[in-house]
């Protein structure tokens, strides 16, 4: 995998930008030759139009900017629903899902000869019936000779990061628990998804082996993309991965597809980060990278500022896994390097400050003037740059101390240690106003102690509804334990040192953090962050594997592993928490090793295929034996029913972390917060009444 799944869907995406000519896309931004015609020698862009409906203006969106269409030759982008005038004389790139509405609404644009000619992208394999009533439609108006090109892009997925994919399907979880869900429907999301998984795996141009756990969505899923897989392979007349499949042809580097459904393991849904990232998607909602903040002015109006978080910031690259104080210390040492520069090139062109370059002082020399003209720009954009991170970091700050989420990481980071009377107590403090944030805590607490009696489950609820919270989606989960003998574990991770070390640290964090947001405020402040955070450091997350990433490891070694100690991460509290619906998934000892023993006695149960593999179904327990018997480097691992960024970063740091470096894709149906999990399990709960 030489390409990242992000870059190989940019490459994808500028391609059909350039009407799908071969050799254009994987380049640079940018005009290439296959996008220009030459009239008399002179090369012009050819512009375009481009017209997609709201899913596939998400995909775009999320990987490309309003500058990058530009690039490409993109003068106007619109919503396939919203009235549009005519452009005669330029070409229209439609791209959109394959559905009967959007066939209606491109063929009535056809009629009324909108563009000039149509070159018609779907984000996924249009069916034969819609593509007859396309044909039918354009013939009856005499239009169909301006349709020029029809394209099936295997685009039906979102890249949030160059290791991250999402199928872009909200409430999934829910959907697959509501009783009142038909089998059709349940039938048409179970294709949606495989129909996603598919252009993920055509797009990197490899099949996997799939492993999935039985009895659930995952295992549904693996049968019928089994099935859509052998039948592309086995095809010598449609074989879509045939064309630049090296990975196909290199069998020992064909991945690992690990499917999983997310009932394995709901407390990483909860659990409170202390990353960069995982805060920011916790308080914040990441959506196609990027965020709103509510902020007050110096006047004390409500101002909402919005933020890209773009993966090729280098900052946030470097930065987004990072716990939060290092992430703090990192704005500082940034502030203080431009501080350093800024000045630097305001005394070469003799003024006091950027804003004041236009006047630059004549009598300096001729390179002064041009170096301090040329790093304008570059400085221009650092300071842009400094100044989100530093007004996100500022908005955290007031989040944590409006919410004691540094309280709640230190808990939930010893959350098998904790007694009912801490929990009640933390449910009780005033000083954490938020309910969310004690039903989280209170979940995790019971999931991690699976005898809890009911007198003190009792008390505990009582304390939760006294301090006003949603009492839905605990009910529900309760009512999933009871009604499958669901099983939980969790691994209490060891603390060096004393408890009483660990408390003074969560307790000073704040004192610490005090005075951060004056220090934000500009670059005049010549203190430094390190030294106001200079005690944080012994708060940071206990390296450990969560529960996806022992499964993971356990199927990329080619048999079951029982280490669960090496790896893991700074992806959240790393709780190792798991739930299950199937009596065994998560079960097993609190300790470490029983968690991961766990884990690998659960992967020894899955079932598995392999597209390629002449025996057709589950080759488990067979002596059918895959192509890629043995070790594998490379791992697809995809999550029915919601992902979130703590498992991300916890799969890229084991990734990182092994020798020899493997590599990881991590998926889901959608990218959740803790919040909006909790409000689907809310509404399950109403719905299974």
């Not at 999934?172 to 429907?185: G, K, L, Q």
């Not at 574990?489 to 969560?506: D, K, L």
């Not at 493997?662 to 959740?672: A, E, P, Q, R």
């Amino acid at each position: 995998m030489d390409q990242s799944l992000r870059q190989r869907q940019i490459g994808a995406l500028v391609r059909m930008l350039h009407l799908n000519e071969d050799g254009a896309g994987f380049g640079a931004f940018g005009n290439d030759k296959a996008a220009v015609d030459s009239e008399n020698g002179v090369s012009t862009p050819i512009w375009k139009v481009l017209v997609f409906d709201s899913f596939c203006r998400d995909v775009v969106s999320t990987v490309l900017r309003v500058n990058d269409l530009r690039e490409n030759g993109v003068t106007v982008h619109m919503l396939l629903s919203s009235p549009r005038s005519p452009i005669p004389d330029v070409p229209a790139i439609y791209f959109m899902q394959p559905n009967a509405e959007n066939i209606q609404l491109i063929s009535k644009d056809i009629s009324q000869d909108l563009y000039e000619l149509y070159y018609v992208n779907f984000s996924s394999q249009l069916p034969r019936t819609l593509l007859e009533e396309f044909a039918v439609q354009t013939t009856a108006s005499g239009t169909s000779h301006q349709v020029a090109q029809v394209y099936d892009q295997y685009l039906n997925f979102l890249c949030p990061e160059e290791n991250m994919f999402s199928l872009h399907m909200p409430d999934t979880f829910e959907t697959i628990h509501n009783p009142s869900v038909s089998d059709t429907a349940m039938g048409a999301l179970i294709d949606r998804i495989v129909n996603g998984l598919f252009s993920v795996l055509l797009t990197m141009k490899t099949v996997p082996v799939i492993s999935a756990p039985r009895g659930n969505a995952a295992e549904m899923i693996a049968v019928r993309l089994d099935a859509k897989l052998r039948e592309h392979v086995m095809s010598s007349r449609n074989n879509l991965f045939s064309e630049g499949a090296e990975d196909v042809v290199a069998q020992s580097k064909r991945p690992v597809l690990v499917l999983l459904d997310r009932e394995m393991d709901l407390g990483s849904m909860l659990t409170h980060s202390w990353t960069y990232q995982g805060l920011i998607h916790d308080l914040y909602d990441i959506q196609l990278n990027q965020i709103s903040i509510s902020q007050k002015d110096d006047s004390g109006r409500t101002l909402k500022k919005s933020y890209d978080l773009n993966v090729g910031d280098s900052f946030w690259a470097n930065n987004a896994p990072l716990p939060f104080p290092e992430v703090a210390i990192g704005i500082d040492d940034a502030s203080n390097a431009f501080k350093r520069e800024a000045d630097e090139i305001t005394r070469m062109g003799g003024v006091s400050s950027l804003d004041e370059v236009s006047n630059l002082d004549m009598g300096a020399s001729t390179k002064q003037l041009q170096r301090a003209i040329t790093s304008l720009p570059e400085l221009t954009a650092r300071k842009a740059n400094i100044d989100m991170h530093m007004n996100i970091a500022t908005a955290l700050l007031d989040m944590i101390k409006d919410r004691q989420l540094d309280v709640l990481f230190q808990m939930e980071e010893q959350i098998g240690r904790q007694s009912k009377a801490s929990i009640i107590e933390a449910i009780n403090d005033p000083e954490k106003a938020n309910p969310q944030d004690k039903m989280r805590l209170y979940v995790l607490y019971m999931l991690a102690n699976e005898n809890l009696k009911q007198a003190d489950r009792d008390e505990c609820e009582a304390a939760l509804q006294a301090a006003g919270c949603d009492m839905a989606s605990l009910e529900y989960i309760n009512k999933l334990r009871r009604l499958n003998k669901m099983s939980s574990s969790i691994a209490s991770p060891s603390v060096t040192g004393s408890s009483g070390a660990a408390s003074t640290a969560s307790g000073d964090l704040l004192g610490k953090f005090s005075s951060i947001s004056n220090r934000l405020a500009g670059f005049t402040d010549s203190s430094s962050l390190g030294s106001i955070l200079s005690g944080v450091r012994n708060l940071l997350p206990t390296r450990k594997q969560l529960p996806i990433t022992r499964i993971v490891e356990s199927a990329m070694s080619g048999r079951p592993s029982v280490a669960g100690s090496s790896g893991g991460g700074n992806g959240g509290s790393g709780l190792g928490i798991g739930i299950g619906l199937r009596t065994g998934i998560g079960g097993g000892s609190a300790a470490a090793g029983g968690v991961g023993a766990s884990s690998a006695k659960m992967f020894e149960d899955f079932v598995h295929f392999d597209p390629k593999h002449a025996r057709r179904g589950n080759l488990a327990g067979s002596n059918a034996t895959s192509d890629t018997a043995g070790p594998s480097q490379d791992a697809i691992v995809f999550v029915v029913g919601g992902g979130n960024y703590i498992e991300y970063q916890n799969l890229m740091e084991f990734a990182q972390r092994a020798t020899p470096r493997k590599h990881i894709l991590y998926g889901s149906t959608d990218i959740v917060n803790a919040d909006a999990f909790l409000k689907q399990l809310a509404r399950l709960n109403q719905s299974s009444k």
